[in-house]
């Protein structure tokens, strides 16, 4: 079962539950390794811009561990295959580092609030450099947790996968993929209103989500970004209600210098072509049709491959 999830979904489980063993380790030595790699507020005395990445790999029990490990697990196997290995670990990292920088932006209203309490007259310099003076005190305000980026995943698997039915427990039956993220992002939304002081990074959460969606936009809008491969072209495509005609490769097309488009093959060739593409793109939709019914590991090795060699077409 190991064997089968995608090269970059099983190194982050590995490093993930690795950190955590290293952190149980060294705090035997009386070295938390929270502390040099969580992510501190930008104020605090330990902060290090290194941090938006570390703080993605550290868990503060096992529980926190298990249940984002499981989520990636659970939703990354099925996105990297379908985006390949580079998207899926650029749109993993970024979504990562965009929830921490929600989650600092967070700190800054709240201390600036806790400041004025104190000192109603407080100008903002003054308030920065009560800050300032205070950043020891700071290190105190710490965030760690592949949360963020795993709620973006989580995300783009509804966006993907809008009317993949799954189950939530304790409901007695499957949802849509689409219903089950917004009934999160409600409740993260609801969570970060109400349950301040409960040590969760709510804003965190819906900072990764927020963070993927603008991505997914953002390549669904151009299309011909580096990223953007054919087989996410498709599901982009179909999640929006669109869909493209086939195109020739650039040998098949090309510019002059004054007039303009010029073609270079003969209509039989892109004819040729075009059912050959026509073929191709039947047989992946099979393929994604087997994943939505069955799931990844129902595929054939063939089947896996086939949409493998797709998704890492330009």
């Known amino acids: 079962m190991f064997r089968n999830i995608p090269i970059v979904t099983k190194n982050l489980l590995?490093?993930?539950?690795?950190?955590?063993?290293?952190?149980?380790?060294l705090s035997t030595m009386g070295v938390s390794l929270e502390q040099y790699g969580g992510l501190h507020f930008f104020m605090a005395s330990n902060f290090n811009?290194?941090?938006?990445?570390?703080?993605?790999?550290?868990?503060?029990s096992f529980t926190h561990l298990f249940f984002n490990m499981f989520a990636l697990w659970m939703f990354g196997c099925v996105i990297e295959n379908v985006w390949g290995p580079k998207k899926f670990i650029f749109y993993y990292i970024v979504c990562g580092v965009f929830a921490g920088f929600c989650q600092e932006i967070v700190q800054t209203v709240q201390f600036y609030f806790m400041a004025v309490s104190q000192f109603p007259m407080a100008t903002l310099s003054q308030v920065f450099e009560l800050a300032k003076n205070s950043s020891d005190v700071l290190n105190n305000w710490l965030t760690i947790g592949a949360s963020g980026?795993?709620?973006?995943?989580?995300?783009?698997?509804?966006?993907?996968?809008?009317?993949?039915?799954?189950?939530?427990?304790?409901?007695?039956v499957p949802i849509k993929a689409k219903w089950f993220v917004l009934i999160y992002a409600a409740i993260e939304l609801f969570s970060a209103v109400s349950s301040r002081g409960d040590g969760v990074a709510h804003m965190a959460h819906l900072g990764g989500m927020l963070s993927g969606f603008l991505l997914i936009l953002y390549w669904r809008k151009h299309p011909g970004s580096y990223f953007n491969m054919n087989g996410t072209r498709q599901f982009f495509d179909r999640w929006g209600g669109k869909s493209r005609?086939?195109?020739g490769p650039t040998g098949n097309t090309g510019f002059s210098n004054n007039t303009g488009f010029t073609r270079?093959?003969?209509?039989?060739d892109d004819m040729e072509y075009n059912a050959r593409q026509k073929a191709r793109q039947e047989e992946i939709d099979k393929i994604l049709d087997k994943i939505r019914k069955s799931g990844y590991d129902s595929l054939t090795k063939e089947e896996k491959q086939r949409l493998f060699e797709a998704s890492h077409q330009r």
């Open 14 to 25: 590995i490093i993930n539950v690795l950190a955590y063993l290293a952190t149980l380790v």
């Open 49 to 60: 811009i290194l941090q938006f990445i570390t703080y993605q790999f550290l868990h503060g």
């Open 149 to 172: 980026a795993v709620y973006a995943i989580l995300l783009a698997f509804g966006m993907t996968f809008p009317n993949e039915r799954i189950f939530i427990f304790p409901l007695p």
């Open 245 to 247: 005609r086939p195109t």
């Open 264 to 268: 270079s093959t003969p209509p039989s």
